[in-house]
């Protein structure tokens, strides 16, 4: 399964007094089932509520196809010292509602077909 990770618009300031900047990175982790099985992340990129990550990410799974993979994408912010606290999150799925759960399923129903499209992110 091919992974890209294009780019995060219009990010939310850092803390509430908006000194720090934004220094966003995305985690990427795939589940099967409940387990996670795998985990990857992209360059953090500084001081930027835009970032622009283009990074690609391949990942092996199991044979028995897509049905109970989901992936978890967690954008942090580096800046925000050993806490790493999450910016928000999205989930792409079979069980995943809402835009996430529409996107896998054309992604399972066109195999081998690149689909990209943009996200809300829910609330870290």
């Known amino acids: ?25 995305v ?26 990550f283009n990074e690609l990410f391949v990942f092996d799974i199991p044979c028995e196809g897509l049905d109970d993979i989901s992936i978890e994408f967690l954008v942090l912010d580096s800046d925000r010292g050993s806490r790493k606290e999450v910016i928000g999150r999205l989930t792409l799925g079979y069980s995943a509602e ?10 399972c129903e066109y195999p081998r077909r690149q689909i990209a499209k943009w996200h809300m992110l829910c609330d870290g």
């Open 98 to 107: 809402g835009t996430g759960g529409e996107h896998w399923k054309e992604i």
């Open 27 to 52: 985690k990427v982790n795939l589940y099967h089932g409940k387990k996670r099985i795998s985990k990857k992340k992209t360059h953090v990129k500084k001081c930027t509520p835009n970032a622009v």
């Open 1 to 25: 399964l091919t992974v890209v990770v294009l780019k995060a618009r219009h990010l939310p300031k850092s803390d509430v007094s908006g000194l720090s900047g934004n220094d966003p990175y």
